[in-house]
């Protein structure tokens, strides 16, 4: 079971949007739709932004959306905003367990 | 809203077991349908799954610990617990406890995570 795969970084200046992408392979997010989202700010818990794919929970701005193709799910943030400068972390189910994404840190210039 | 709380020794010494509790407050869990997950966070590293139990007492571990994690839980005291057994310093991380809630249909309704607690494995 080997971590999702994503890009280290991105950045983006205020009001951009930023992708950050998520690959896996055919046993986790090529054949499951229970691909989560999650935002963590420097010391703070994980906090989850879309589930199951493109879902967003009550409470997150409509400024974060999900998608999917094949094996690599994408988060994307349109209006990018000071407050989104945060790690962001993908998960996926694969079968019986979970398992994360590398993880990405979003900067706004 | 629901609120958890971890709790624990917070140093455990090499080849014993780290032992944590995760208190839910704000809602029974034994009221729905909730997965309680713990996962875990080595300093500046990402985030690891380490494993989830239903408050039906279904369990389901990280293949990479599952010979090493037991997820139990005790819907009276509305709690839920993580033992890992035979630590080495791999295993010093910040551990989190996180709740999921689903409606009688299975659909997602709520998340809501402890603040996190660092468990160092030293002599």
């Known amino acids: 079971q080997s971590a999702l795969t994503q890009p280290r970084s991105v950045s983006g200046s205020p009001g951009q949007s930023v992708t950050i992408s998520c690959t896996g392979t055919s046993s986790d997010v090529g054949t499951y739709n229970y691909v989560s989202w999650y935002q963590q700010h420097p010391g703070k818990a994980p906090k989850l932004m879309i589930y199951d794919v493109s879902k967003g929970p009550s409470g997150v701005p409509d400024r974060f959306s999900g998608s999917k193709s094949g094996n690599t799910a994408s988060l994307t943030i349109s209006g990018l905003q000071a407050e989104d400068e945060a790690d962001y972390y993908c998960c996926s189910y694969a079968g019986s367990d979970y398992v994360f994404g590398t993880g990405t840190k979003v900067t706004v210039l | 809203q629901v609120q958890l709380q971890e709790s624990g020794p917070g140093l455990v010494k090499p080849s014993q077991t780290l032992s944590l509790t995760c208190t839910v407050s704000g809602d029974s869990i034994s009221s729905g349908t909730y997965s309680l997950t713990w996962i875990r966070q080595p300093a500046g590293k990402g985030l690891e799954w380490i494993g989830r139990?239903?408050?039906?007492?279904?369990?389901n571990y990280n293949p990479s610990l599952k010979s090493r994690v037991t997820i139990s839980v005790d819907t009276s005291k509305n709690q839920f617990s993580l033992k890992l057994s035979s630590v080495t310093a791999a295993d010093t991380a910040v551990y989190y406890c996180?709740?999921?809630?689903?409606?009688?249909?299975?659909?997602?309704?709520?998340?809501?995570w402890g603040q996190g607690t660092l468990v160092a494995v030293s002599s």
């Open positions: 139990i239903y408050t039906s007492g279904s369990t």
């Open positions: 996180a709740s999921y809630s689903y409606d009688r249909s299975g659909y997602f309704q709520s998340n809501f």
